[in-house]
């Protein structure tokens, strides 16, 4: 699935919302929508903070088909009143049966996410419509190398791949370019570093825009050409490459991948959030 626009691929807009109100209405597993969509009636299993403001969900999802990291699911609440709110929500983690992972971000004048991150509880029901999308998605049969950039929360997407490249035992060479406001807001802290430290054939550098680790080698700083230059696979490795993050440094970062040499039709992208650069964690595509 998926879009064009401007001169290189994109996925549709994902909105990171989210409420105070949810319970199931009437059963609505295996409900067939959309073509060959349907909703399924999960339930909360474990929780993981991963910052002050998200909150991993894990999931188990009765007639769950699997999804290719990259998909995502809608969240469908209800209120006693018969409201509902539906948001969006990349999955986090490898396919595993019927079990996956959301990450969600706190919006605290949201109307999803207030109640997913700081109320929803162990066994709570929740509707998921899914899995969506066939564009910005990563399989392990795939064998070019794999760039990727993440700004702040569209790391969940690409985390996706690299957990499932991990799980399939692929050997594709991966890089990953996250860009983060702070080492406090980082997502899945942990693995990541992890990654870093260890030969697993994933590359992965931090990039800080406004508070670095105390003993780190760098100012802040916004992704430029220079972090592409320094960091990224050379376009004459012929990688393909995805970029998730708020709209504005989506844009902004497949321009200095084109820019590089990338072919645009191998910078596929997904983006989130208001339009504008703001902090999006980029430079320009003319700035170093």
């Known amino acids: 699935m998926g879009t064009r626009s401007h001169a290189y691929a994109t996925g549709r807009a994902r909105i990171l919302g989210g409420t105070r109100l949810q319970y199931v ?3 609505v597993a295996g409900t067939a929508i959309h073509g060959r969509l349907s909703w399924y009636v999960a339930k909360v299993v474990d929780r993981r903070k991963e910052t002050e403001t998200a909150t991993t969900l894990v999931l188990d999802v009765p007639g769950w088909p699997g999804h290719n990291a990259g998909q995502h699911v809608d969240v469908r609440l209800r209120a006693a009143d ?5 948001r969006s929500y990349s999955i986090a983690s490898a396919p595993n049966g019927e079990r996956l992972e959301i990450t969600i971000e706190l919006m605290p004048d949201g109307e999803v996410s207030p109640y997913l ?3 929803i509880s162990l066994g ?3 509707e998921l419509l899914g899995p969506i999308g066939g564009w910005f998605i990563w399989t392990p049969d795939q064998t070019e ?3 990727l950039i993440a700004g702040g929360s569209g790391i969940v997407p690409l985390m996706a791949m690299i957990r499932t490249r991990k799980r399939a035992g692929a050997l594709t060479p991966f890089r990953l370019i996250y860009s983060v406001r702070s080492p406090e807001a980082m997502y899945y802290a ?3 570093q992890q990654l870093q430290a260890e030969d697993s054939g ?3 550098t931090f990039n800080f825009t406004r508070t670095t680790p105390a003993d780190w080698p760098l100012q802040p700083q916004r992704i430029g050409a220079a972090v592409i230059e320094a960091s990224a696979f050379a376009s004459s490795q012929n990688p393909i490459a995805y970029v998730c993050g708020a709209t504005g440094f989506v844009e902004v970062a497949a321009q200095l991948l084109t820019r590089a040499g990338y072919d645009a039709s191998a910078v596929r992208t997904e983006r989130f959030g208001p339009t ?3 902090d999006a964690g980029a430079l320009p595509a003319d700035s170093r």
């Open 25 to 27: 209405w009437r059963s």
């Open 82 to 86: 018969g409201y509902t709110a539906v």
């Open 117 to 119: 991150v700081e109320t």
């Open 124 to 126: 709570s029901p929740l």
């Open 145 to 147: 190398p794999v760039q």
């Open 190 to 192: 942990g693995e990541l």
């Open 202 to 204: 994933v590359g992965v």
């Open 276 to 278: 504008g650069a703001g």
